[in-house]
């Protein structure tokens, strides 16, 4: 049991400058299966796509080659550290999720290539079951409230947009921002959108009544506003 926890390239005096081949096949071993877990575990009821699934199976023991690579050479250490630091990802930003499990698969793949199985698989199995219990949980998930609104409507060019409104919105909101104005149909029409927070839900049909005979019964779309995603 102690071996379990003490790293394969140690000896009984110091750190070896080379690598033994089966330690270095047992660490590669051990870092595909361990990235398989993890891709399982973030995959699981989370919607990513198969080539993020492939990168966190994949990126462990690419990690760990590089560590065993530079064992006991700090400059090579430090100019890996540098490479990795320039690396960044050619896709679409990802999530803060999705960060979180990125560095967990290097963090292993650390590990591993130091040598430490037991603790890397005991690591990777108490991370996993964190990320599972927490992405099921709808833990730290803001849920948005019914009475919050998101307001879309249309207006002929001549009516002013700014003040057009406020004493509709004084009377059914409790609070309304306009975050944003678009022009179309060649520039006759202005597209506005509210943020906006109703007094009493059981108004709503009454306050678009209201709307539609100030702008003209052109179009009118209320929406539940959706909770921020993907934000760190």
């Known amino acids: ?12 005096t110091t750190v070896t400058s080379t690598t033994d081949a089966g330690n270095f096949f047992l660490c590669i071993a051990v870092a595909l299966v361990l990235g398989l877990v993890i891709a399982a575990a973030c995959g699981y009821n989370s919607g990513v796509s ?11 023991a690419i ?19 540098g490479a990795f ?12 999720k999705d960060i979180a499990a ?16 037991g603790y890397a698989a005991i690591f990777t199995v108490i991370m ?25 409507i249309t207006i002929p060019e001549d009516l002013n947009y700014t003040d057009a409104f406020d004493d509709l919105f004084e009377k059914y909101t409790v609070k309304s921002e306009l975050v944003n104005v678009k022009t179309t149909n060649m520039g006759s029409l202005f597209k506005l959108n509210y943020h906006l927070t109703l007094k009493n839900k059981s108004l709503e049909k009454e306050f678009i009544d209201a709307l539609r005979v100030r702008n003209g019964n052109l179009e009118i779309t209320m929406a539940r506003k959706e909770a921020a995603n993907d934000e760190l």
Not at 137 to 149: C, I, L, P, Y
């Open 63 to 81: 990690v760990a080659v590089v560590i065993m690579m530079v064992n006991g050479n700090v400059g090579a250490g430090v100019a890996v550290a």
């Open 128 to 152: 996993c079951v964190v990320f599972v219990v927490l992405n099921n949980s709808g833990f730290g998930t803001e849920q948005a409230n019914e009475v919050d609104k998101n307001l879309r």
């Open 50 to 60: 198969k080539s993020f699934k492939m990168t966190l199976a994949m990126l462990p």
């Open 102 to 117: 990125i560095f967990l698969t290097m963090a292993i793949g650390l590990i591993l290539g130091m040598g430490y199985i």
């Open 1 to 12: 049991m102690n071996n379990l926890f003490s790293s394969v390239f140690d000896t009984a």
């Open 85 to 96: 630091s320039l690396v960044r990802f050619r896709s679409v930003p990802g999530s803060a």
